[in-house]
C-alpha cells in the first residue's frame, strides 16, 4: 500500500482518541467512516468535533466524517485506525473482526499506547499490514504520531504509514516494538517517580509541577499530567509497563491504587490528585 493511494480512513472507536483521529483526517481532506457499536457515543464524538472545528470548516469537516455502529462499512478503506478500549481481548476481537471485512491491500493500525504490536497482531489475517499508530492526545493539537515496527510489520507499511501521518502535519518516531514503546516509557517514568516523591513525603504536589514546568519548562507537570490522562488510564499503562518490564519505576503506588478506586480518575471526574471546578 503506497500512502498516495490512501483516500478512505477507518476509525473504529468514537471515544476521545477515535473522534479526535476522525477530525484530523478529514481536515486534511481525507473520507472517515468513524464505527462504533452505540449510537449515542458516536453523536457526542461529533458533537466534541464540531466544538473543536472552527465554524468556516465546519461543512468540509462534517462532509468527510461518516458514522456507523457496523464496522463493515470500512470494507473500502485503505486505512484503518483502531481505537477501542485499551485492553487486548477487545482489540484483538476487533482485529480478527477486521481481516475479515478489509481489502487484502488496506494497512490495520493500532492507536494502543501500551500493548504489545506483536501480540495484537497476531490477529490480524498478514501482520505485514499491521503497525501501531500511536496519537498523542488530543490528536487535533499534538504533533507527534509514534509509529510501531512490529517484527513481522513491513517496510512498505511502516513507509505508508508516516507518510500518511505526515500528510496531516503530524511529525512521526519510529520505534520497534517493547512496551511502552518510547513515549510512555519515558513519560510514566516521570510520572511514577513524581508520584512516589508524593507518596514518600519528599514534596508537595504543587511543588513537583512547578519544578517541571517552570525548571524543565513543561506545559504541564507530571502530577497534573496524569489528571488529564485519566489516572485509570496512568494505572492500566504503568501496570501494562511493570508486568512487561519488571522494573519498580512502572509500578503503581498506593496513592494511585486508592484514587482510582474510589472513582477520583482526574479532571475527567472533577477530582484526582487535584480538584476541579
Known sequence: MNARKIRKIGVIGAGTMGGGIAQVFAL??????????DETVLKAALGRIKEHTRPELWDKVSG???????????????????????????????????????????????????????????????????????????????LLVEVIKGDE?????????????????????????????ISNRLLFALIGEALRLLESGAAKKEDIDIVMKFGMNHPMGPIELADFIGLDVCKEIMTTLYDGLKDERYKPTAMLDALVKEGKLGRKTKEGFYRYA
Open 64 to 142: 468527510m466524517i461518516a458514522t456507523t455502529t457496523d464496522m463493515a462499512d470500512v470494507k473500502e478503506a485503505d486505512l484503518v485506525v483502531e481505537a477501542v478500549l485499551e485492553d487486548m481481548a477487545v482489540k484483538k476481537k476487533v482485529f480478527k473482526a477486521l481481516s475479515g471485512i478489509c481489502r487484502k491491500d488496506a494497512i490495520i493500525a493500532t492507536n494502543t499506547s501500551a500493548l504489545s504490536v506483536n501480540e495484537l497482531a497476531r490477529s490480524v489475517d498478514n501482520p505485514a499490514r499491521f503497525a501501531g499508530m500511536h496519537f498523542m492526545n488530543p490528536p487535533k493539537v499534538m
Open 153 to 181: 510489520t513491513s517496510g512498505e507499511t511502516v513507509a505508508a504509514v508516516m507518510e500518511a501521518a505526515g500528510s496531516i502535519e503530524k511529525v512521526t518516531a519510529l520505534t520497534n516494538d517493547s512496551p511502552g514503546f
Open 28 to 37: 486534511h481532506g481525507y473520507q472517515v467512516t468513524l464505527v462504533d457499536i
